[in-house]
């Protein structure tokens, strides 16, 4: 069953350091996400990408976060300065579809640790 | 702002037993809902979707949809102690573009042996 890969699993990382999370969404698909869960909390929705520009953005995407799809496989998730709240999993996604059609397929995640 | 709530839970039930999970979402726009499945500390799973009124039926898994009362509900018959896990009710959030989920808390559920 197609997967959606992300890398690494598990990122530690000082406060101010940046961090790029990486995705590889299924091949198919040609809607993708990301999606972050602060622990013991609801997953929340962080930005999606179409048609390699940003579709949506929360709240929560400022301007210390940017995706970028640099080739036909990847999906990335830079965060330019880290904070001790940007602790958290971040799952990537993808869709064949927009939200109202169609499920995500999640990645399995990347526990972002910033100490 | 566009809610999805869920009861945190836990819910337990015995092994073999039907669990009845519930939603309600404050949308009236909203067209589609998804069940997710989400073990701890791993990724969310798609169970089922549902986009109109009334039951719609995969395997053990039942949704059930009233938009006139904006609740959505999932029951799993047969329980297993492998449905152990948090499920996690969600709606796109209408009245934008129409790419983002909103995720319900979740709830609990616990199966017994």
């Known amino acids: 069953e197609p997967e959606v890969t992300q890398t690494p699993s598990h990122q530690v990382t000082q406060m101010g350091q940046e961090v790029i999370l990486r995705c590889v969404p299924i091949s198919n698909h040609l809607y993708f996400y990301w999606y972050r869960q602060i622990l013991g909390q609801k997953v929340e929705f962080l930005v999606s990408f179409y048609n390699n520009e940003i579709s949506e953005k929360s709240e929560i995407f400022d301007d210390q976060f940017s995706v970028e799809r640099p080739d036909g496989s990847n999906f990335t998730l830079k965060i330019r300065s880290t904070k001790l709240e940007d602790s958290a999993m971040y799952f990537c996604?993808?869709?064949?579809?927009?939200?109202?059609?169609?499920?995500?397929?999640f990645g399995s995640g990347t526990r972002l640790t910033v100490v | 702002q566009k809610e999805v709530e869920q009861n945190s839970g836990p819910l337990s039930v015995p092994e073999g037993a039907i669990a009845s999970l519930n939603c309600t979402y404050s949308d009236r726009g909203s067209q589609s809902f998804f069940w997710y499945r989400q073990y701890s500390g791993k990724s969310p799973e798609l169970i089922m979707s549902i986009y109109s009124n009334g039951d719609k039926e995969d395997g053990r898994f039942t949704a059930q949809l009233n938009k006139a009362s904006q609740y959505v509900s999932l029951l799993i018959r047969d329980s297993q102690p492998s449905d152990s896990a948090t499920y996690l009710c969600a709606a796109p959030a209408t009245g934008n573009s129409g790419y983002a989920l909103n995720f319900g808390k979740g709830t609990s559920l616990l199966v017994t042996p």
């Open positions: 996604a993808s869709s064949e579809g927009t939200a109202i059609g169609y499920g995500y397929t």
